[in-house]
């Protein structure tokens, strides 16, 4: 049976080990979302494009890298960009790596979210004099944000637990706090089922706040 012991909890054990990895984690975490969202609707614009040259890329980038598994990606730029440009520092490499890679998931998102605006909404903005850009701009683009808002979170939420995989080159986030406390006091197990409970917290309430959300969406619909 397992003795566990968690005189250590404390609120020095948040401030030295917990707040600096809690703190990485969710600018990862935000700076990845906004960065994500640009880029991916950039993407789902391209890839609905009636052009080549156009869609076909923003396909392959998309197909391509949802189909590495995230850690190996991270591996990969870590390695890769400092040869391409010179260090720039594990943090860094992070957020290129995380807002590249989470634009692929946020791009078939808004996919869906534009392909959910119906066409007599589009052909409206035409017969109204609007060009394509401004259509999507002002008709069908804020629609589809508010059509995929739930979504987009509940992906937002997704990032946050893969946040953690930046272990792999060796980054102080919230689990690495963890982790960390759990050498420094020799209770890995403690430490970890501590970490596994501060998850659990964030990410369920941030999930009842999304279906709270996506129940307000539905009666203005």
Known sequence: MLNLDYSF??????QSFVAKGFWFSIQLTLVSMVGGILLGTLLAMMRLSSHRWLSAPAAFYVDTLRSIPLVMVILWFFLLIPKLFGPIGGQMSAFITFTLFEATYYSEIMRA??????????????AMGMT???????VVLPQAFRNMLPVLLTQT?????????????????LLKGFEVAGKNFNRPV???????????VICFSLSQLVRRLQKKIAIIR
């Not at 979210?113 to 035409?126: D, E, H, L």
């Not at 394509?132 to 002002?138: H, I, S």
């Not at 403690?190 to 659990?200: N, Q, R, S």
């Open 132 to 138: 394509y850009g401004q259509t999507m701009r002002f």
């Open 190 to 200: 403690e430490t970890y089922l501590l970490a596994a409970v501060v998850y659990f």
């Open 9 to 14: 909890l404390n609120w020095a054990f948040i």
């Open 157 to 173: 939420i997704v990032l946050f637990q893969d946040t953690s995989l930046v272990y792999a080159v060796g980054e102080y986030d």
């Open 113 to 126: 979210g534009i392909q959910s605006v119906s066409k007599g909404q589009v052909n409206a903005g035409y």
